[in-house]
């Protein structure tokens, strides 16, 4: 497939193809006509390497994990060496620290919520916030 039915079809931007392209996430060989083009596993590739920016690691990180995952279903391949899996899990570690933080932001809120509104944050005010943040 072409470049632009790659990006249609993982909702990322032909630039961030080709940046992963140069950062060797991701691999292309060229038409005849010199066009970049891509294998059917590249959709798979693509939103792996976005979960995996989601979740905070650097490129480098990722290039260093990639071949440790099967792209179709993200499970682990018999490839990873002990320093990434150390790697890994400081990686983890620091999100589970910004999850922590965010929750704390969160009971901050509901605090001033409350106050605000004189509701407790689970009553109707609240499930009338969620239902206009799908």
Same mark, same amino acid.
Not at 61 to 87: F, H, N, Q, W, Y
Not at 100 to 115: C, F, N, P, S
């Given at each position: 497939?072409? @470049?632009?039915?790659? $990006?249609?079809? +993982?909702?990322?931007?032909?630039?961030? #193809?080709?940046?992963?392209?140069?950062? &060797? #996430?991701?691999?292309?060989?060229? +038409? !005849? =006509?010199?066009?970049?083009?891509?294998?059917?596993?590249?959709? %798979?590739?693509?939103?792996? @390497?976005?979960?995996?920016?989601?979740? =905070?690691?650097?490129?480098?990180?990722? /290039?260093?994990?990639?071949?440790?995952?099967? %792209?179709?279903? &993200? =499970? !682990?391949? !018999?490839?990873?060496?002990?320093?990434?899996? +150390?790697?890994?899990?400081?990686?983890?570690?620091?999100? %589970? *620290?910004?999850?922590?933080?965010?929750? *704390?932001?969160?009971?901050?809120?509901? &605090?001033?919520?409350? /106050? $605000?509104?004189?509701?407790?944050?689970? &009553?109707?005010?609240?499930?009338? =916030?969620?239902?206009?943040?799908?």
């Amino acid at each position: 497939m072409r @470049i632009g039915e790659l $990006a249609r079809r +993982t909702a990322v931007s032909v630039r961030s #193809l080709r940046y992963y392209e140069q950062q &060797g #996430l991701l691999a292309s060989h060229r +038409t !005849p =006509g010199g066009h970049r083009a891509y294998d059917e596993g590249a959709v %798979d590739r693509v939103i792996r @390497i976005q979960e995996l920016y989601a979740a =905070g690691l650097c490129s480098s990180k990722i /290039a260093a994990l990639l071949p440790c995952m099967r %792209d179709a279903d &993200g =499970g !682990p391949s !018999p490839a990873a060496t002990p320093l990434l899996v +150390t790697e890994l899990c400081e990686q983890r570690e620091r999100l %589970d *620290r910004m999850i922590a933080e965010l929750a *704390r932001a969160r009971e901050v809120l509901d &605090g001033v919520i409350e /106050a $605000a509104s004189g509701e407790p944050v689970d &009553g109707p005010l609240a499930r009338a =916030g969620e239902d206009q943040n799908p």
